[in-house]
Nanobody, 121 residues
Framework: QVQLVESGGGLVQPGGSLRLSCAAS????????MAWYRQAPGKQRELVAV???????TYADSVKGRFTISRDNAKNTVYLPMNSLKPEDTAVYYC???????????????WGQGTQVTVSS
């Protein structure tokens, strides 16, 4: 069984910082794409940032220059330090990963349970 467990969410004032982490565990052979999505109340889930196995990254325009996605392949972990946070960044943040399990030949998508980020004074 594979699990993604997020941590690092919370309440922060505008202009503040938070660092999200997501650790994958289980019978993992390899991980391809890892990403962070977010969903604000009443809105659709949206992509925040993606990092592929080579280290190449892509960001939503709304977070460019403020958020930085990175990964530690040895720990099967993806990080999202978030700086200069704005009230519009308030959302539940979800970790996503494409994982190939031991014995499989295909990558399957997995999601974390979500962590709340609230930016408010």
């Amino acid at each position: 069984q594979v699990q993604l467990v997020e941590s690092g969410g919370g309440l922060v004032q505008p202009g503040g910082s938070l660092r999200l982490s997501c650790a994958a565990s289980g019978n993992i052979f390899s991980i391809n794409r890892m990403a962070w999505y977010r969903q604000a109340p009443g809105k659709q889930r949206e992509l925040v940032a993606v990092i592929i196995s080579s280290g190449s990254t892509t960001y939503a325009d709304s977070v460019k220059g403020r958020f930085t996605i990175s990964r530690d392949n040895a720990k099967n972990t993806v990080y999202l330090p978030m700086n200069s946070l704005k009230p519009e960044d308030t959302a539940v943040y979800y970790c996503y990963a494409q994982i190939r399990r031991v014995g499989d030949v295909t990558y399957y998508p997995y999601w974390g349970q979500g962590t709340q980020v609230t930016v408010s004074s």
